[in-house]
């Protein structure tokens, strides 16, 4: 069993929430999301995070606007929308819940 693989299937596992995290508090553009997951050893590369932002974005929990860029093409900023807000909210539960049953059975 590749060790590598099954790492990065538990992050893939957490990047949604990540992502939703991340957006909790201030709007960000795609670059920003990603610069926070590489600052926090996600390990994540373009290809991976503008899908999921699309997907998330259709389902309801985030939205977008455009925002002129004074180094470059306008940007698109991320927020998340009043039900993403409550998505987020219940992850956080779920994270609770989930962090201490590993930590009970790993300890």
Do not use: H
């Not at 990065?8 to 553009?29: F, H, P, T, W």
């Not at 996600?42 to 899908?51: R, S």
């Not at 985030?62 to 039900?83: A, F, H, I, M, V």
Request: overall charge negative.
């Amino acid at each position: 069993m590749n060790i590598e693989n099954t790492k990065a299937q538990m992050r893939k596992g957490v990047l949604e929430y990540c992502i939703l995290s991340i957006l909790e508090n201030e709007d960000k553009y795609a670059s920003e999301i990603l610069e926070t997951l590489k600052d926090a050893k996600m390990l994540v590369v373009e290809g991976t995070i503008y899908p999921l932002l699309t997907r998330l974005k259709n389902a309801g929990l985030l939205s977008y606007r455009w925002e002129e860029s004074t180094s470059g093409p306008p940007r698109k900023y991320y927020t998340l929308t009043d039900e993403g807000k409550l998505f987020l909210k219940e992850l956080d539960t779920t994270w609770d819940e989930l962090r201490n049953a590993v930590n009970l059975v790993t300890k």
